[in-house]
Every structure is written in structure tokens, then in C-alpha cells.
């Protein structure tokens, strides 16, 4: 089995599961009660904090843990704008966010707001004069992936969010990070970011926890009530041992990001050497994407058929996000970029993680070869 579908959702490492299995059954303490119990398990919380806060460059009292990108993501952006719709009701983000950045917008939206979509350009790039056009005397937050999460296109954060505060210090800066977090270098004050999204599973973590880096004095509302866990902004007792698998996670890609960085990007570079001979083929951002990720689209093919005959021998893929997979509508992605109708329909993702090795992806290239030729004797029958 390879498995290359990594920006979905990674396996655990072996080093996480260890660590699970070392807590599972003596750090079970509630992290709010004042005895010994309780006390231990907060200082694993805020040692995973700390951890975390030195991948990105912040102070680890800027951390709050969360369920996932999904919740980070609602609360950077529902929660700021609800927080600071006196100063101003109007926002900004791209037309190919995630679905939990776009839904959410599209909530406020029905609340009053007004959106100005940023287009990217045919490869995948936010180009900064059109964020400047974007921003207006009322906007308030500005939302921008820093990797996309199908094809890859890496935005520059750096300059956008040091713009964004020399023309306006009020305006929030939100960041989905999910798909950077631990691959490339993310400094949040360097960048002046002032909310950033992060997700464990993506780095070899569990899945159910993630968190939000939110900046000293920003203002935001919870989307949960409850208790004071987190700051009251993120109430409920914590996922303690997830968190853990967070904390360890996270230790391991401080340890390993560029290890792990030059790996994968001979991975990708053995895939696109052994795919771009076949005819009617298309890469997507290829030169301006991560190396976590490569999108390519098959002219004439259905991704779905195409899945399933890699699937059918051992190569795990996807046709994009997991969280529109089951959805039969084209990329928004794809046609945020202005992809030819002709390859809409036949686009794959591979994703690659520090797990994967460079024998994998020279056997991936023999099954693409094989299952494409197998799909083309079986149209030209039809």
C-alpha cells in the first residue's frame, strides 16, 4: 500500500502513539482540578503550548487548543468579526479558501457583512495588488490560506500581512495554516499575523485537535460558552490526550522540518519526472507549490474512475479536499484558477508526507503508467 494522500489526514507516527500509550492510563486528571492530578495534566498542556509557540514564533500564552482546522478556522474568523463589527462591516478573503474558511464567510455574509473575494491568479497566487484593491477605510479582517490545501500554491504572508498593517493597524490578519504548520517557516510576528490556524493531523498527530495562535490584546468572541478553559474563548474540558499527541507531534517536526522538507521534495520530483510523459496531462501550481503537494489533471478522465483504478492497485490518493470529496460539483479551487474545462473533471492530488519514501513514489509512477493505460484501452472499446 502507498498512501499519498497525506494532506487529507496523515498516520500517527510511531514516536506519537508511544507517547499515548505512556499517558493514556496515568494522566487522566482534569486539567482545571487543583489537586496533583490536575496540576500534572496542566503542565503537559502548557509544555505543548510552549512547544508549539516556538515553531511559529509566538509566546505560548497565545495558544489555545481547539477541535481542529475546522473550529480554529470558524472561531479566527466568526469570532474576530462578531467581536469588531463596530469598527466596520466589511472583510476579506480568497475565492479558493477551505470550506471552513468560505463557509464562514458566507454565515456572516447572511449576519450583515460584506465580502470582497480576492481571485488568485492561474497559479495559485494572491497577487498583493489586489489585496490592496480589496481593503477599504471599513474592513476589519483579512483571511488568507498560507498553503492551499489542494493545489499547494504557497501565498507570501510575510508581505501581505506587513502591508496590511502599514496601511491599517486594526485590521486583523487571519492565516490557515493547516497545510504549512511544521513544513515551512511560519514567524507570526515577523508577518504580523495576528490569528493563525493549525491542525495535528496533519503533521502525524491525532485527529480531534488543533489550535489557534491568537495575538496578545486581539479581540474575538467564543463560539462556545462554558467554562474559563482556554481563556473562556475555548471552553470544555481539554483534550488532554490529544494534545499530548499534539505536543509530540509537534517536537518531532521542530526537530526534522527541513530533514523532512528536502525528502519529500525528491518524492515529488521523482513523480513529476516519471508522469509528465504521459499525453493530455496538466500540473497545477507546479512552480509555486509546496513539495507536500503535487495536483495534476488527467484531460478526458473522470479523477473519481482514475482514484479508483490506482486504489484497485495499492496507491492512495485523492480527487482533492476530504472535505468536499463527496460532493459532485468541480473544484472551486480549480475554477478559482481558471483550469480548462477539459481537465476539471479529471484532476487528482497526490500528497506526500516524511513517511513516504522515494521507492514508493518510483512504484507510484509505474501504477500511474499502468492504470492509464489500462483506462485508455478501456475508452477506446467504448
Known sequence: ?????????????????????????????????????????????????????????SDSNEIIFTSGGTESNNLAVIGTAMRNKNNGMHLVTTEFEHASILNAFKYLENQGFEITYIKPDKDGIVNLENV??????????VSIMHVNNEIGSIQDIDEIGNYIKKIKKEIYFHVDAVQSFGKLKIDVKQ???????????????????????????????????????????????????GIISFLKAAQLVKKDQKTNFDEVKKIKEIMVEGIKTIENIKFNALNNSIPYILNVSFKGLKGEVLLHALEQRGLFVSTGSACNSKKKIHSHVLEAIELEEKYLDGTIRFSFSSLNTEDEANRAVAIIHESMSFLNRIMRRS
Open 132 to 141: 490592496k484593491k480589496a481593503i477599504r477605510e471599513d474592513t476589519i479582517l
Open 191 to 241: 508577518a504580523k499575523i495576528d490569528l493563525l490556524s493549525i491542525s495535528a493531523h496533519k503533521i502525524h498527530g491525532y485527529k480531534g485537535i488543533g489550535a489557534l495562535y491568537i495575538r496578545k490584546n486581539t479581540r474575538i468572541n467564543p463560539l462556545f460558552f462554558g467554562g474559563q478553559q482556554e481563556k473562556g474563548i475555548r471552553p470544555g474540558t481539554e483534550n488532554l490526550l
Open 1 to 57: 500500500m502507498i498512501y499519498f494522500d497525506n494532506s487529507s489526514t496523515t498516520m500517527p507516527k510511531k514516536e506519537v502513539q508511544e507517547a499515548i500509550n505512556e499517558y493514556a492510563l496515568t494522566l487522566y486528571g482534569n486539567p482545571s482540578s487543583l489537586h496533583r492530578l490536575g496540576i500534572d495534566s496542566e503542565k503537559m498542556i502548557l509544555l505543548a503550548k510552549r512547544e508549539i509557540s516556538e515553531i511559529i514564533n
